[in-house]
């Protein structure tokens, strides 16, 4: 409601402007300093100044004078040196609230937006720096839901990389696995964890002996052309471990709509088609010295601006096929790119792959045609790529890619959604048994590194957290049954490891502390799902009375709204509980989730503080006790939709 008063203020005056001054200046609508100065401010009259050559408060008086009408707006005043602070009318604020007007205040949208994220290399288990990709991205679709936009979620499968390969060496080359032998260990528990110590084994072995790096070039060459026995072991391994990954993510509720993999990105000829496209419209060229002699390269000038100016050469160029004909990771992503947006012509086959506990099914790329027809993928109109800040450059690549192909609208709606790595607090490394020098132990934070080994999979970090918000639970309520005392650790250990991976703004690195995450204080996930619980736990107790909620509108009119929230307390929590629209808003803009996380947490505070001011069941005066019932009620109802739709946090039955 807060946010779709804003937005019809911005039109109204927007309007008002130019019909009045012959102004398009963009009209910003901001919030007051102070509580008391209204409920929002316009600067408006500062940016008219020097156009019509008057002292902004004389503007402002003008504009306050003769402004529309807007519906819900109480009075205009002037304030300052020419702000136009707002006031609502708090009668008609409330009702409007409780006859459930503007719920939803985002203007729809017919484009679809495809967001990838997660994109694990199905060769080990999922780690923790995973879980930030999969949790940003995941909220960052819900924000986008919520807004009422149509999502499409893809999760890149990069089952011919190095990193694949590498698996497949160490099956084959170091413990000679047939096939048939990988395949029994795929039966067994754990197969993403045997993989985990395999691909570091193997890095440890290049080291020892750089010889067998051909084992790695030679394991390349026959999955990319999909040749014997190294192929089949490399999609044995591949397949068993996104399973894994799909396993592990749907633990903390993230689901996929489509896994396009890469095989298929060659197999099917969409890189082929896109080499040609690059060649013909001279996005790339072939080196024929240099270092890159033999190579497919993109000139440095179309991915750096400054390249000219800072003397680039030819070297600084990309490779975008090697000179043994094999395509770089980028090359690829060029095509899977241009297929995203429906450029390219082609489109992979489909098949079901598995269906979700809640009937959500995912679908997987494939080469060859299924009878079952699948939804329509791909066709975006904006795509955001959710990869962590360390691949900016390549990313920068593939949208120089879509321009140098003169696909500019495109490119500029390839957003790329950065973040910064995971790394662990000391404290948790112990907790977890990861062992520690004594320099690391004084760090403030430890990197992880699958290829060393190094690190918390994530499966066990979810683990961990579950049995210490286990042991929380069982002693606050040793008579519920075990069963039921699991799901709700289960509960408050996802919201915890949620919140702590959102609560940050994505260009921060984060040190993951077990302890913090868990804590029922401060900005956690566990306190903001403690006041949902409240907040139900009020209407429980009503009815373990024998009582029902009253019939709120019959007893909230207009008039008893406004007396309700004459004093500045009520209306102060009121305006509080109902911008969730707004923070969802100002979240989008920004692409920032932290930003919605930091609303749940406030919205959270304002609760408990009228929890703990206000002993609503004890109220005597009818009219009061009704609009407090209402107003827990609200509040509930706004923080189980921030929590559940918005940030993917569920809300435990008690805690």
């Known amino acids: 409601m807060f946010h779709w008063i804003e937005q019809q203020i911005r039109d109204a005056f927007a309007a008002f402007l130019r019909e009045r001054y012959g102004s398009d200046a963009a009209v910003v609508v901001e919030q007051p300093k102070q509580a008391s100065f209204g409920e929002y401010a316009l600067p408006v ?24 009408a807007v519906e819900g707006v109480s009075r205009l005043e002037v304030a300052g040196n020419g702000y136009i602070n707002i006031r609502l009318n708090r009668g008609w604020y409330g009702r409007a609230l409780l006859e459930g007007r503007a719920e939803q205040p985002f203007q729809q949208n ?60 160490g099956f084959h080359y170091l413990e000679n696995k047939s096939p048939q032998d990988v395949k029994e260990l795929i039966r067994q528990p754990k197969f993403d964890y045997y993989c985990w110590d395999l691909y570091a084994r193997v890095s440890q072995y290049y080291s020892a002996n750089p010889q067998a790096l051909e084992w790695r070039r030679d394991t390349l060459h026959a999955i990319e052309h999909g040749e014997g026995t190294l192929t089949e072991i490399g999609h044995l391994v591949a397949d068993a471990i996104v399973e894994c990954h799909l396993d592990t993510m749907w633990r903390l509720g ?146 120089a890619g879509l321009r140098a192909l003169g696909y500019h609208e495109q490119a500029e709606r390839s957003i790329h959604f950065s973040y910064e790595m995971v790394a662990l607090s000391p404290r948790t490394c112990a907790i977890l048994g990861i062992p520690l020098s004594e320099e690391d132990r004084k760090r403030p934070y430890v990197e992880v590194s699958g290829r060393k080994g190094l690190g ?9 957290l579950i049995e210490k918000a286990k042991e929380e639970v069982d002693s606050r309520h040793p008579e519920r049954p075990e069963d039921e005392r699991l799901r709700v650790a289960t509960q408050i ?28 204080e401060g900005e956690t996930g566990p306190y903001v799902q403690y006041a949902a619980v409240r907040a139900r736990n009020i209407l429980r107790k009503l009815e373990e009375r024998g009582e029902t909620l009253p019939d709120f ?80 009620v609200y509040f509930q109802r706004q923080l189980e939709w921030t929590l559940e739709k918005v940030l993917g946090i569920p809300v435990p039955e008690y805690m």
């Not at 009259?45 to 529309?68: C, G, M, N, T, W």
């Not at 250990?493 to 302890?515: C, E, H, S």
């Open 254 to 399: 993230i689901a996929y709509d489509v896994l396009p993999r890469e095989s298929e990105i060659l197999h099917l000829k969409f890189w082929a088609k896109a080499f040609e496209q690059l060649k013909e419209r001279g996005a790339i060229y072939y080196a024929g010295e240099g270092k890159n002699k033999g190579c497919w390269v993109m000139a440095s000038s179309h991915f750096r601006e400054k390249a000219e100016e800072e003397g680039d050469s030819a070297d600084d160029a990309k490779v975008i096929v090697r000179s043994n004909g094999t395509v770089t990771y980028v090359g690829k992503d060029i095509a899977y790119q241009l297929w995203k947006f429906g450029l390219l012509g082609l489109d992979f086959h489909y098949k079901p792959l598995r269906t979700y506990p809640d009937g959500h099914r995912v679908w997987v790329a494939t080469e060859e045609p299924c009878e079952e027809p699948a939804p329509d993928f791909g066709r975006g109109s904006e795509v955001y790529n959710v990869i962590d800040s360390r691949q900016s450059y390549l990313q920068d690549v593939v949208v």
């Open 110 to 169: 017919t484009g679809k937006v495809i967001v990838e994220h997660t994109n694990i290399n199905p060769n080990k288990a999922a780690h923790i720096g995973h879980l930030r990709n999969a949790v940003l991205g995941d909220t960052f679709v819900r924000m986008q839901r919520a807004a009422g936009r149509r999502v499409e979620v893809q999760n890149y499968i990069d089952n011919t990389g190095v990193q694949v390969a590498d698996v497949v060496v």
């Open 456 to 464: 918390v999979k994530a499966d066990d970090l979810i683990d961990k």
């Open 493 to 520: 250990a996802i919201g915890a490891l949620r919140y702590f991976l959102l609560k940050f703004t994505r260009n921060t690195v984060i040190a993951f502390d077990l302890q913090e995450a868990l804590s029922f």
């Open 45 to 68: 009259a500062f940016s008219l100044a020097r156009q019509l050559r008057k002292a902004p408060r004389a503007i402002a008086e003008e504009i306050a004078a003769q402004a529309p």
């Open 553 to 632: 509108a019959a007893v909230l009119d207009r008039e008893a709204m406004a007396r309700q929230l004459g004093g500045e307390d009520f209306w102060q929590l009121l305006l509080a509980a109902s911008k969730s629209g707004a923070a969802l808003s100002a979240a989008l803009a920004a692409g920032e989730p932290s930003h919605v996380a930091r609303y749940a947490f406030q919205l959270a505070q304002a609760f408990n503080s009228f929890y703990h001011d206000y002993p609503i069941l004890a109220e005597q005066d009818v009219e009061k006790r009704t609009f407090l019932l209402w107003l827990a």
